[in-house]
């Protein structure tokens, strides 16, 4: 029997046994149909996976005996930022699903000038559902932790999050000489962050502000792939870099 992993975001642990309750108990009793005897994990998002057993299940409350507690060392693979220009429907959905996946440490939804989304109080509301995604793919993708992903910020509100980061690559459309294998052949030991902009490219005023704080732009090549695939296509090939390394 396939053994769940369930992410709690603020584990309640006395005496070796994990108590859940709210929507991770109806999870587990209702949705997954788990009994007393049954194996799960839980996993905190911060590098840690408790194996468990259910011990009880109460109207409100599960208890679980934890068996084991495994902490998973960090990777040697560098961290990365991606700040990407928010893009229409499951599409974008489907781009949070893929980065975590492929081990994003952190999206940062991204204004920019082109951007077509406009965020009212509806449209912010998302961010939560990419967080649950978030939440899922690393589940299924075997992750310990989870992606952060802030609210939707302009461009000029990134530097904050970017603070002690050097390593700091644009990809544009309009560059020719720099490619992405020049810009990770001078890489500097230590987090990347990575610049997505929206479909209808990033505006030349922003670019001169990201170069001036630190960017270097570069390209994948003659191909103009769209906003969801761009993200994946570098980090994979980031991914490969860094894997055995």
């Known amino acids: 029997m396939e053994i769940r992993r369930v992410f709690v975001d603020k584990l309640r642990i006395k005496n070796g046994m994990a108590l859940l309750a709210g929507p991770n108990h109806k999870y587990i009793a209702t949705v997954l149909r ?23 299940i109460k109207s409100k409350e599960i208890f679980l005996q934890i068996l084991d507690v495994i902490h998973k060392p960090e990777e040697k693979r560098p961290k990365v930022t991606l700040c990407v220009s928010p893009i229409k ?6 781009l949070v699903e893929k980065a975590t996946e ?3 440490e952190r999206i940062l939804p991204t ?51 970017i603070d002690n980061v050097e390593n700091r690559w644009v990809l544009y459309e309009r560059e020719k000489n720099c490619h992405l294998c020049d810009v990770i052949s001078a890489y500097k030991e230590g987090e990347i962050c990575i610049i997505i902009g929206p479909e209808g490219g990033i505006d030349e005023s922003e670019i001169e502000w990201l170069k001036n704080n630190g960017f270097s732009t570069c390209t994948l090549g003659e191909n103009i792939f769209r906003t969801e695939t761009t993200p994946l296509v570098v980090l994979s090939i980031i991914h490969y870099e860094y894997m055995n390394k």
Do not use: H
């Open 34 to 56: 788990k009994n007393v005897g049954d194996r799960i994990d839980l996993i905190d998002g911060k590098g840690y996976l408790y194996r468990c057993v259910i011990n009880s």
């Open 89 to 94: 429907g499951q599409r974008m959905d489907w």
């Open 111 to 161: 204004i920019f000038k082109r951007t077509v989304i406009k965020f009212d109080d509806k449209e912010k509301k998302k961010s939560e559902r990419w967080r649950r995604i978030t939440i899922e793919a690393s589940r299924q993708c075997g992750r310990f932790t989870i992606p952060e992903v802030e609210e939707p910020i302009p461009l000029r509100g990134i530097l904050p999050f």
């Open 102 to 104: 492929l081990n994003v």
